[in-house]
């Protein structure tokens, strides 16, 4: 049996909305997407919602908001997507790379500190695999030296952190609803916060920088008459989009408790195995479970992670790698001149972790011919 990386979880509710959006011959961003950012607000606890057609472009827009300029520093995990850095560089502004914390991957908090100059601007945190950063330490120190905190919860639908719902914490936060993550409208994002103002603005930017409302210029209460504010963008949801997100909100919770039941089996599976660290979250948050990251002791095995992740595939296990640090990349050695130097921690967790398939719709025999994978292929390859 076959068991990939990850599939979506789309039913027949989701095929429901969409034929509903169709049929309404209302397409791109309309009643449903301003629909859809109101039932995802209430769901957070945000004070406002603003959807994207992406996460990325959600980043993009929330910095803007913040007010980062060419020359401004950002501070970010060395362990990301390339999207979270990527979006500074739109800018003409500079990602400065931290190391992780080596137990939840995430950026070391204490380490933050020591990379703020005169030119920092904001501090990007990632909630990796779905687990909430420091949030305390962060904002306190954000708000100490200035900064905005501009979140990357990518991974963090839904992540609680001391009873509080991920989106509702930071400056800014982002999430994605892309293909892979936990809420997918195929592509897709939302920006929340409390800022009136700054909601307004990416309001205005994510479509041409149209004054507020232009999408109903085409609906019997629009007008035809509109002002360009701004050069803007082209980074609105549709209604397609937000007929899947709809639907799949409805269901958000009960995929976040299968979720949590996989991770569940995985962790009590793996306790017995020396060879593999399971994830560890600590006790004032939970984990959105987007991702479930084992991080292999390789000195007790004969064989290296990526080849352990080839005897997984042999058995029908598919895994993946989340991330190669950024500073391996050749374009951010080449522009920023970043080396592994200043990274030990980024640097050794590289070389140990494995992202195990963990998605809604996985069946406990799928759960369970991954803990057997895992299993024999530690048997076979024990020193
Ligand atoms: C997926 C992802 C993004 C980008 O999301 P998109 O919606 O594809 O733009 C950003 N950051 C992290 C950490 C991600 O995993």
């Known amino acids: 049996m076959e068991v990939p990386f990850h599939k979506p979880y789309i039913t027949e509710d989701e095929i429901a909305e969409v034929l509903d ?8 961003m309309g009643p449903k997407t301003v629909r859809f950012e109101e039932k995802f607000r209430d769901y957070i606890g945000a004070e406002d919602a603003v959807s994207m057609n992406s996460c990325t472009a959600g980043l993009h827009l929330a910095l803007i908001a913040a007010g980062i300029k060419e020359g401004d520093e950002v501070i970010l995990p060395a362990v ?4 979270t850095a990527e979006v500074v560089t739109y800018l003409r502004a500079i990602p400065v790379l931290v190391d992780v914390d080596g137990e939840t991957f995430n950026i070391d908090a204490a380490a ?31 708000r100490r030296r200035n900064l905005a905190v501009v979140e990357d919860a990518a991974h963090a639908i839904p992540a609680t ?18 293909a892979t993550k936990s809420l997918t409208t195929g592509e897709g994002g939302m920006v929340t916060t409390a800022h009136d103002a700054w909601a307004e603005r990416m309001r205005i930017l994510r479509l041409h920088g149209i004054s507020k409302d232009a999408w109903k210029r085409y609906t019997g209460e629009g007008s035809w008459y509109y002002e360009v504010l701004e050069a803007g963008y082209k980074y609105n949801m549709t209604d397609i989009q937000a007929s899947l997100g709809i639907a799949q909100l409805r269901k958000l919770d009960w995929m976040w408790e299968r979720r949590k039941q996989i991770a569940d089996l995985y962790t009590d599976s793996f306790r017995s195995l020396d060879a593999v660290q399971t994830p560890v979250v600590k006790a004032d948050r939970e984990s959105a479970w987007h991702l479930y990251v084992v991080k292999l002791v390789c000195d007790a095995l004969t064989i290296d992670r990526n080849r352990f992740i080839e005897e997984l595939k042999s058995m029908g296990t598919m895994a993946s790698v989340h991330f190669i640090p950024l500073y391996r990349h050749p374009y951010y050695r080449r522009a920023f001149q970043y080396s592994a130097a200043g ?26 011919q991954v803990v057997e994978s895992v299993a024999q292929v530690i048997r076979k390859f024990r020193r």
């Not at 959006?21 to 791109?28: A, E, I, K, Y």
């Not at 640097?347 to 799928?366: A, H, N, V």
Request: aromatic letters at 12%; hydrophobic letters at 35%; proline letters at 5%.
């Open 21 to 28: 959006s169709l049929r309404s011959g209302w397409l791109t």
């Open 80 to 83: 990301t997507f390339t999207a």
């Open 112 to 142: 933050v500190e020591g990379k703020i100059t005169k030119r920092t601007k904001a501090i990007i945190p990632v909630h990796y695999a779905g687990q909430p950063c420091d949030m305390d330490e962060i904002c306190d120190l954000a």
């Open 161 to 178: 952190y001391k009873g509080r719902k991920i989106g509702t914490i930071g400056d800014l936060t982002c999430f994605s609803f892309y």
């Open 343 to 368: 990274f030990a921690v980024s640097e050794q967790i590289y070389d140990q972790i494995i992202s195990l398939p963990i998605y809604p719709g996985m069946t406990d025999e799928e759960a369970n």
